[in-house]
């Protein structure tokens, strides 16, 4: 069984949990003798061929269909939320030898390639939706196409080409990483299989770090309290709510200590957070480490090095870091959004709070500070939670029959 997996980028420089779980189900895959291969464009990495953890990329050129697209636009497109076309990545679909299915990680344009190649080869294919389609707030839909605003839009008839608008009628499976995206997707999509297929962990690789290196070198006391939170620095992962939170968390707590690890996809969100840290005088208090390459020692680390962690997204469809987290060993304070609630259980592996409301977020994070045996019990209750529900290995094998399902099905059809 041969497959490719298709993405809009994958660079390592710029990496979130879409990358992840495309490369840990892949090595999963090759591992159990099924080969499949990267196949995405060349957004923020010109590497053309690359082999990440044993599984092959092929990057390709591609293009923004739109007249006066500035080059800052463009940039900004490639960060987060653009729609290219790529004829390159169209040929390489076409011509690739033994193929038996397609694995769309991506919509629009390049997942409208996906299904044109597939139809006309005769060959089955899943979407994969990661980043929310039907669960989306409003504002974080239009953040994705704001760059482009200003510019002409020719592209139009290249959907039309790949029938992108089709990408989910005619998919064999459609599989949701969020649970309430899988609910709002079944209603949308009366008849369709729509499987919900969350995100895992590599418990075992995160069980490992070294933090009190990460402390010595980021400047954190050995008795510092460390919150930690892990993301791409976006509006949508609402950073800036942590730094308004943080003098009241100083105020009851002075040894509080705020690390923001994550690659800024939004760099006026990113002048903004530093503006707020600075305008606090919070400097000495806040730690920010603008990105770390993927599969990084020193993430590791990080995870070792705190006490609690924190994710405060506006918008969620799953949330990997959690499971990373949980998996380091670390309580886990959290947004209730998106598919968070439907994973993390609240005061038993972890604590929600509401993702508009500084307020709730200092009372949970005093009461997780505030004792050393509840961060321990809410702590192992995760890593119990990641290590048994959500390991890769389980997740691959679903994947697994997912494809094969797929293939016996447009076997029969065939």
């Not at 636009?73 to 653009?82: I, P, T, V």
């Not at 039309?160 to 997707?185: F, N, P, T, Y």
Request: with cysteine; hydrophobic share 45%.
């Amino acid at each position: 069984m041969r497959s490719v997996q298709l993405a809009r980028r994958f660079a390592p420089a710029d990496w979130g949990g879409t990358e992840t779980v495309i490369l840990e189900t892949s090595r999963r895959l090759i591992a159990r003798g099924c080969p499949t291969e990267i196949l995405c464009t060349t957004a923020t990495d010109s590497c053309p061929h690359d082999e990440i953890a044993g599984v092959p990329v092929t990057r390709v050129p591609y293009f923004y269909p739109y007249l006066g697209l500035s080059e800052e636009a463009r940039r900004r497109l490639d960060k987060k939320g653009g729609s290219p076309f790529s004829f390159q990545m169209l040929a390489r679909l076409a011509t690739e030898p033994g193929l038996d299915l397609i694995h769309c990680h991506v919509g629009n344009r390049l997942g409208g390639i996906g299904r044109f190649v597939a139809r006309r080869r005769g060959i089955p294919y899943v979407v994969s939706i990661h980043g929310g389609l039907f669960d989306v707030p409003p504002a974080e839909a239009a953040s994705w196409t704001a760059p482009a605003r200003g510019s002409l839009e020719w592209g139009k008839a290249l959907g039309l080409l790949v029938g992108s608008r089709k990408l989910l009628d005619d998919a064999a499976a459609i599989l949701c990483v969020g649970h309430r995206e899988s609910e709002l997707a079944a209603e949308r999509l009366p008849g369709k299989r729509v499987l919900h297929l969350p995100n895992g962990v590599d418990a075992e690789r995160f069980a490992g770090g070294d933090g009190a290196a990460f402390r010595r070198a980021h400047g954190l006391e050995p008795d510092a309290l460390v919150l930690l939170s892990v993301a791409r620095i976006d509006a949508q992962k609402n950073q800036r709510l942590l730094v308004r939170a943080l003098p009241e968390l100083l105020a009851a707590e002075p040894r509080v200590r705020l690390v923001l690890i994550g690659n800024p996809t939004d760099e006026a969100y990113y002048a903004a957070l530093q503006r707020d840290v600075a305008e606090r005088d919070l400097g000495r208090f806040v730690r920010v480490v603008p990105g770390l390459p993927a599969r990084s020692p020193e993430l590791l680390d990080a995870y070792h090095a705190a006490d609690v962690f924190v994710l405060a997204s506006v918008h969620e469809p799953f949330g990997i870091v959690v499971l990373e987290a949980w998996a380091a060993g670390l309580p886990v304070v959290a947004s209730r959004v998106g598919g968070v609630p439907h994973f993390v259980a609240d005061g038993v592996d972890g604590l929600l709070f509401r993702s508009d409301d500084a307020a709730d977020l200092c009372e949970k994070v005093r009461a997780m500070l505030a004792s050393s045996e509840r961060r321990r019990s809410l702590a192992e209750a995760g890593a119990r939670k990641a290590r048994g529900e959500y390991s890769w290995d389980r997740i691959t094998d679903r994947l697994l029959e997912v494809y094969r399902e797929a293939i016996g099905e447009a076997g029969g059809r065939t």
